[in-house]
């Protein structure tokens, strides 16, 4: 059996015990809240952020804009206790796609609120950027929150650099009984790491992550809008809605086991 020696851990920093590791190792459980828009971009927009060996799914131009707040944990667990640690919101844009003969998910950008989900975004191979997220969470009681129940109004924005992205609302007309369709396909990501000593290259490999415990909550729908900000700078912008769909919310836990290389043998549920 192998004993590390010197300073060491599943990611940096590395100490003597390795336990000042910012990202602890995989398995990592979450369990969220979830507003969720489809809706629909140019098909050739969408078909541009693909990379070799990912292809427009059966409905080009699927998209989906998420908006989540997360608790999760590692094993074993030491990060439920510091709620300032073990949570952290996220908005992310999703693209329907098809890899390996069957229904994927590409994530062309998201933003999250903490160091520790975006370094281990960028291990798993999402393109996560620091941003503010705020979304509206269903209250049992009182009258200043939105029940989950036909009526209620959800509300999702999400920022960079004190500058808006995008904004979304959702008003729930019933019980939706299936998730949305891009919640429920496994995710293909670019693991990229620049090159840093030459001559080396950089290293992008497409992966596809494995789930497991997959569940959801009441999923309830009704009509949604979404807009993003008019002075987008980058490509973002090409990623805008050309027409809007069904808004969702419920609530979703899973827990991401690893990663595997697109192509190789599946282990778990993708």
């Known amino acids: 059996m192998h004993v590390a020696t010197g300073p060491h851990g599943y990611s940096l920093p590395l100490s003597p015990s390795g336990l000042s590791a910012m990202v602890t190792p ?10 969720m828009v489809e809706y629909r ?20 131009g699927a998209a989906a804009a998420v908006f989540a707040h997360w608790h999760w944990c590692s094993e074993p667990d030491r990060e439920s206790a510091d709620p300032a640690r073990n949570q952290f919101n996220e908005f992310m844009i999703l693209l329907g796609c098809t890899a390996e003969g069957r229904p994927m998910a590409r994530c062309p950008y998201a933003w999250v ?21 705020h979304q509206t969470h269903p209250k049992a ?11 209620g109004r959800f509300h999702g924005i999400a920022s960079q650099y004190g500058r808006r992205i995008a904004e979304a609302s ?9 998730p949305p369709g891009l919640h429920t396909v496994p995710l293909v990501h670019t693991r990229h790491f620049p090159a840093w000593v030459p001559p080396e ?17 009441e999923i309830w729908a009704g009509a949604a809008s979404l807009r993003f900000a008019d002075d987008l700078e980058d490509d973002l912008a090409a990623l805008a809605p050309t027409e809007v769909g069904r808004g969702f919310v419920f609530s979703y836990a899973e827990t991401l086991c690893h990663g595997r290389a697109l192509g190789s043998a599946d282990v778990g549920q993708g």
């Open 26 to 35: 995989p398995p990592w459980h979450f369990s969220g809240d979830v507003i």
């Open 41 to 60: 971009v140019d098909p050739a927009v969408a078909a541009a952020f693909l990379p070799p060996g990912v292809e427009p799914g059966a409905d080009p």
């Open 141 to 151: 009681v009182g009258h200043a929150g939105p029940r989950l129940a036909e009526g």
């Open 201 to 217: 290259q950089p290293l992008s490999q497409l992966v596809v992550s494995v789930v497991a415990d997959v569940e959801f909550g």
């Open 170 to 178: 959702v008003t729930l007309d019933g019980p939706a009984g299936d």
């Open 113 to 133: 609120d903490g160091a520790v989900p975006m370094a281990r975004g960028w291990i798993q191979g999402m393109p996560k950027q620091f941003g503010t997220v």
